[in-house]
């Protein structure tokens, strides 16, 4: 039940469904329209300094000078985002933000991953209504290219998560999980020998 004393970001936070009926639904749509001004000016710099400078701006607080982006990057909100140190994030990634997306310090992430932080109901009388679903990547993971992370999903400690996968369910620190759905290919040993860890997965990555 949406509770009218608190703003729809507060019910976002919340985890609450937002239906077409929130007395403040419009005022959602109205800051998303303003974050893709502010996304579109990002997307047209070249500048690591300029760029940080626009997503501090759309997050709402400074990102840390460690953090490196890769535009065109894609976000629908930046209030309920953010990003830890020594970030990386490549080129053409898609974030839907609503939700909540939390992301660890030393975390790599491909290009044209989408995090997708929100969906929608699945009975068709429902289906205009918003379900957030927060998204959190621990530290030191590896998300590669164009793997869906969809709402609701944590990625453990040092996790890799192979390119194309379709993330549903949480996934345990030091693993490596991939496919459609994403399911345990093996476990990441803090001993492994390292150019044995790069053989075996570049077919994944």
Partial sequence: MENLDNSIFDDLKNGEMI??????????????YATIQLVQQM????????????????????????????????????????IGKNVFINFDC?????????????????????????????APTERGALVPGKIHIKKNAWIGANAIILPG???????????????????????????????FIKQIDAVDDEKNDHNGLDHLL
């Fill in 153 to 183: 999903v944590t990625i453990g400690e040092n996790a890799v998560i192979a390119a194309g996968a379709v993330v549903s369910k949480n996934v345990e620190d030091n693993t490596v999980v991939g496919g459609v759905p994403a399911k």
């Fill in 43 to 82: 997307n047209s710099s070249a500048d690591p300094f300029t760029i940080n400078e626009i997503l501090s701006k759309i997050i709402g607080k400074k990102i840390d000078e460690t953090v490196a982006v890769f535009p065109p990057l894609y976000i629908n909100n930046g209030k309920q985002l953010s």
């Fill in 19 to 32: 239906t077409p009926a929130h007395p403040q639904r419009a005022e959602l749509r109205k800051s998303s």
């Fill in 94 to 122: 898609t974030f839907l933000t609503l939700g909540g997306i939390v992301i660890e310090d030393n975390v790599l992430i491909g290009p044209k991953v989408s995090l997708l932080s929100e969906g929608h109901p699945l």
